[in-house]
T-cell receptor, first 116, second 112 residues
């Protein structure tokens, strides 16, 4: 079974500063995907970034980047130049890479507050 | 940009009543999902659906739950006899052959 652990229930950051959210996971799979989803107060789940386990290069999307350490099974999210709109719950998620429907396994989330 | 749409956004129902949550996945997507999030908790997988049948279901998805894709467009989740503990946000999601799952805005179900 896959488990995803987010050890930081809450974090805060000053506007324009950088913050890193932690995520670790446990799996016996070699091929998989990792995701960060954002859930603002509107409750919608929005994809932030995706990482393929077979890629050594860390994914980046504008101000969002990840530090993927496959051996350590660690997948942290770095948010640079934090903006007020980044205030949200952030969920780390895992998906096996295989044929079929494949579902996501989520962590418990980190509530991020950006302070003006 | 295509998106997953869900109705209703919020429903209040009495315990024991049947509820149907509706979803229109992104056109041409192949895989469909329902997830649940009890307030303050993590998002939990309920069921996945592909090629007009259930691919996988979790322990939560018991006989009270069913899914249907009646017309090639809509994807519904039915809860036959709601319980208080069914109160949650229900997310519909879909994906094509790629790995990214796209979520709808959720249907908030309150059972009283």
């Amino acid at each position: 079974a896959q488990t995803v652990t987010q050890s930081q229930p809450e974090m805060s950051v000053q506007e324009a500063e950088t913050v890193t959210l932690s995520c670790t996971y446990d799996t016996s799979e070699n091929n998989y995907y990792l995701f960060w989803y954002k859930q603002p107060p509107s409750r919608q789940m929005i994809l932030v970034i995706r990482q393929e386990a077979y890629k050594q290069q860390n994914a980046t999307e504008n101000r969002f980047s990840v530090n993927f350490q496959k051996a350590a099974k660690s997948f942290s999210l770095k948010i640079s130049d934090s903006q007020l709109g980044d205030t949200a719950m952030y969920f780390c998620a895992f998906m096996k890479q295989q044929t079929g429907a494949n579902n996501l396994f989520f962590g418990t989330g980190t509530r991020l507050t950006v302070i003006p | 940009e295509p998106e997953v749409t869900q109705t209703p956004s919020h429903q209040v129902t009495q315990m024991g009543q049947e509820v149907i949550l509706r979803c229109v996945p992104i056109s041409n997507h192949l895989y469909f999902y329902w997830y649940r999030q009890i307030l303050g908790q993590k998002v939990e997988f309920l069921v996945s659906f592909y090629n007009n049948e259930i691919s996988e279901k979790s322990e939560i998805f018991d006989d009270q739950f069913s899914v249907e894709r009646p017309d090639g467009s809509n994807f519904t989740l039915k809860i036959r006899s709601t319980k208080l503990e069914d109160s949650a946000m229900y997310f519909c999601a879909s994906r094509d052959r790629g790995p990214t799952i796209y979520f709808g805005e959720g249907s908030w179900l309150t059972v009283v």
